[in-house]
């Protein structure tokens, strides 16, 4: 596990107090107030594996349960976005297009939208985030943060430690954070008393997680899907548990080679405006992706992450290759997030919290024909 980022301690320590009154309440009622709500998010530690926006990274407090819906609170004040670089509306290249979906196969079943008083709605920054950015070969761009020197040329011209040859399931997709859910609606705005985490599995990653089963699947590649919820009703402890859950799945089927653990991420200005990474591609909404690969530090143990580099690099390739604009710059941190459990494991943040749950879901098929693409060429 990695550890709390410094620039969080204090929060950490400032909402010790707040947190156990959130916790109080909390058992006494199925609503958080507010002041409760900040307090047990600030109290969450190491919760988000996400980007620069994001809100936490690790671990965090006991969730309490609204119907289907998990209370969660708002995210904590962060820095400001990146700047958007303007450029036309991506479009997938032509191997690709031929086989996208069409709009009309993506839409959820969501309600009908209810009227929102203005006093409830929170501002949504709809924008295509910064995907030429850190350090890059050709189309790939890759954003370091570990301190070590790595080149990217010379990982790609090496082959990842996948073995697709053999008979059997080939990937896992799991969800360390199940309860990670969308917008419903693409109203321009969210509204403040409707949680973004749910346990209702058609309308959070678990949904985009199937998008992505069924773009493997239509390319031959055998998947297991896992829907175990890791972070509820218990928040912290969510990666001990999902790594039971891949040592589980990789115990019962030894044929798995690449493991996804698949997130969406949290990105939220000071002022409380949820900033929607979108791009247009093939003249429909896509949520904008981050692959998250992790790397071996002094305090983290993380042996052979190399390996999982290399096959996160080809995915990155093909995205960009594919979809240009729909991958961020891929993230190279020191941190484990269970990566250490195969040579193929891969984090990715589908959207944010004010993307749709149909951009997620779309990008979901694209991001499950360009590993497709990646996985098919390692048979040959």
């Not at 962060?78 to 997938?92: G, H, I, L």
């Not at 992450?305 to 991958?327: G, H, I, K, V």
Request: contains cysteine; glycine residues 8%.
């Amino acid at each position: 596990m990695p550890r709390h980022p410094k620039k969080w301690k204090k929060a950490l320590t400032g909402a010790a107090v707040l947190t156990a009154a959130a916790c109080i309440i909390g058992s006494g009622a199925s609503n958080f107030g507010a002041l409760a709500d900040r307090a047990a998010m600030l109290s969450v530690g190491l919760a988000f594996p996400e980007g620069g926006l994001s809100l936490l990274n690790g671990d965090g407090q006991a969730l309490i349960q609204e119907g289907t819906h998990v209370a969660a609170a708002p995210p904590a004040e962060t820095s400001q976005p990146p700047t958007v670089s303007a450029s036309a509306s991506s479009q997938p290249s032509s191997s690709m297009a031929s086989s996208m979906p069409e709009a009309s196969e993506l839409v959820s079943q969501a309600p009908e939208p209810t009227e929102v008083p203005e006093d409830q709605r929170g501002p949504i920054q709809e924008q295509k985030l910064d995907t030429a950015s850190g350090d890059h070969f050709e189309n790939i761009w890759v954003k370091n943060s570990t301190g070590r020197t790595i080149s990217i040329q010379e990982e790609l011209q090496k082959e990842p430690d996948v073995n697709m040859q053999e008979d059997g399931p080939k990937v896992l997709i799991m969800h360390t954070h199940t309860t990670e859910g969308y917008e419903l609606f693409d109203r321009g705005y969210y509204d403040k008393s409707y949680s973004i985490r749910t346990t209702d599995a058609t309308q959070s990653v678990v949904r985009v997680g199937d998008e992505i089963q069924k773009a493997l699947e239509a390319q031959g590649i055998g998947v297991i899907h896992d829907t175990t919820v890791h972070d509820y009703p218990a928040y912290n402890g969510s990666y001990g548990r999902s790594a039971d859950t891949v040592k589980a799945q990789l115990e019962k089927n030894p044929s798995i080679q690449v493991v996804l653990d698949i997130h969406r991420d949290g990105i939220t200005k000071e002022d409380g405006t949820r900033v929607k990474p979108t791009v247009e591609i093939n003249g429909k909404k896509a949520a904008q992706v981050m692959i998250i690969a992790g790397c071996e530090s002094q305090s983290v143990s993380h042996p052979d992450w190399e390996l999982n580099l290399r096959l996160a690099m080809r995915l990155q390739q093909s995205l960009a290759t594919n979809f240009p604009d729909l991958a961020r710059p891929l993230k190279f941190t020191n941190a484990n997030y269970n990566q250490n459990l195969t040579h193929g494991s891969i984090l990715i943040e589908m959207g944010s919290e004010a993307n749709t749950l149909d951009e997620a879901m779309y990008s979901g098929q694209m991001v499950g024909q360009a590993l497709g693409q990646v996985l098919s060429q390692l048979k040959e």
